[in-house]
């Protein structure tokens, strides 16, 4: 029978071999081995973040004769947390409260006025075109790289010739200034504000501390919140300065003020309940900054990341 056309296109499609399935594009970090590297580097780094903080609940609950014969990791059966928490606020006639606050005034207001100062000389160096701009910007980068230990004696002679050493303004006025925040803000105003909007304001007959007041501050406002945690967890962390500055018990930050219980273990096993609790106590306030105000942060990190 002779093969019409039909039937030899046909029968030429069946002896030729199918072509292959286009293979499908691997989304990128979809690797196997790559994610379980990654989510294992990602375990070991919150491991060891969590498990300090899972020790200090776990000691702050329980009594000096448990917190030695007990596994360090595991709760005892008589929890005294709260317990030790009064006990923390009672003894000394409250001085623990005294510290808190003033690791609050210390934290709180310097870390405020130092995002404000941060934020006003960022913007001017980004914004504004002035003779010794470049020197100024070299001295505040020089400034980042000087240690905070290395200006609390020269800080403490300065203090002590105008009469300020053993005050609170000993230890709020050298955390006024941040040169890594005016960095910072410095960096994202220059990239975030734009120079057109400025313009616009100054025709419209704003002056320029409204400018920078209602244009640049909300603009700065994820880098505001990144300068001011940063400043925050600083000062409050800070122990060497009101070493150096304080003498007065009741002018201890907290950190200073747990230091002293610390120092008094060996002579008296119960402050051993005192400090767990304590440093309970202290890491609070932080963590309670950090989740309020986390999505600030992760928001000014990316910020310009998509246009």
């Avoid at 006025?173 to 057109?196: E, H, K, M, N, W």
């Avoid at 003020?257 to 309940?273: A, D, K, V």
């Amino acid at each position: 029978m002779t093969a019409t056309p039909l039937t030899r296109r046909a029968s030429g499609a069946a002896a030729r071999p199918a072509a292959p399935a286009p293979r499908r594009p691997r989304t990128p970090g979809t690797h196997p081995a790559r994610t379980i590297l990654v989510t294992g580097i990602l375990v070991v780094v919150a491991l060891y973040f969590l498990v300090p903080v899972y020790w200090v609940i776990v000691a702050a609950s329980k009594t000096s004769s448990d917190l030695f014969a007990t596994p360090g990791l595991l709760f005892s059966g008589h929890m005294a947390l709260w317990d030790n928490i009064t006990r923390v606020f009672d003894y000394g006639e409250g001085i623990f409260g005294r510290w808190l606050l003033n690791s609050v005034l210390y934290a709180g207001v310097g870390a405020i006025i130092a995002t404000y100062i941060a934020a006003a000389g960022g913007y001017a160096l980004a914004k504004y075109s002035f003779r010794g701009r470049d020197t100024i910007y070299a001295a505040i980068l020089g400034g980042v790289l000087v240690p905070g230990t290395a200006t609390a004696l020269p800080l403490f002679l300065l203090f002590s010739s105008i009469g300020l050493a053993n005050t609170s303004w000993a230890v709020l006025l050298p955390s006024l200034v941040s040169p890594f925040g005016l960095f910072l803000c410095q960096v994202y105003a220059r990239t975030t504000i734009d120079d057109g909007l400025i313009e616009a304001a100054r025709l419209d007959g704003a002056g320029e501390l409204r400018i920078f007041h209602t244009v640049g501050l909300r603009i700065l406002t994820p880098a505001l919140v990144t300068v001011f945690l940063f400043q925050l967890v600083g000062i409050w962390n800070n122990y060497f300065l009101p070493l150096v500055m304080l003498s007065d018990e009741k002018l201890y930050p907290v950190t200073l003020g747990l230091q002293n219980w610390n120092s008094q273990i060996t002579r008296l096993p119960e402050f051993y309940e005192l400090t767990t609790a304590g440093v309970l106590l202290s890491i609070i306030p932080l963590a309670i900054a950090m989740i309020v105000l986390q999505r600030f942060w992760r928001g000014g990190l990316t910020e310009g990341s998509i246009k």
